[in-house]
């Protein structure tokens, strides 16, 4: 089982960035996925989650309008698009696998995380 995240990097306030999560090892359809972050000095927080089959997404209420959650269970992918990015966004971003294919079944697997940096 193995989630591997890309796309993060350094971009200017305001700019945007699309990270991409793939997965391989499990049945990726069968299982909600999340995207979290952790900035320095800071505790991990759950940025957005996605169910199963893409029906229904959820996303932290103070990212709403900036961020979007997707998923391509073809490509076995979750993507995060960031936009309008702030200093604050600076964080390492994880994905994970949810055990099951709703957004309240427990995290069983994270990637390996991607850091995204936005400065000036």
């Known amino acids: 089982v193995q989630l591997v995240e890309s796309g993060g990097g350094l971009v200017q306030p305001g700019g945007s960035l699309r990270l991409s999560c793939t997965a391989s090892g499990f049945t990726f359809s069968g299982h909600a996925m999340s995207w979290y972050r952790q900035a320095p000095a800071k505790e991990r927080e759950r940025v957005a989650s996605i169910s199963s089959a893409g029906g229904l997404s959820d996303l932290v209420d103070s990212l709403k309008g900036r961020f979007a959650i997707s998923r391509d269970n073809a490509e076995n992918t979750v993507y995060l698009q960031m936009t309008n990015l702030k200093p604050e966004d600076t964080a390492v971003y994880f994905c994970?696998?949810?055990?099951?294919?709703?957004?309240?079944?427990?995290?069983?697997?994270w990637g390996q995380g991607t850091q995204v940096t936005v400065s000036s």
């Open positions: 994970a696998a949810h055990s099951g294919a709703v957004i309240g079944n427990r995290i069983r697997t």
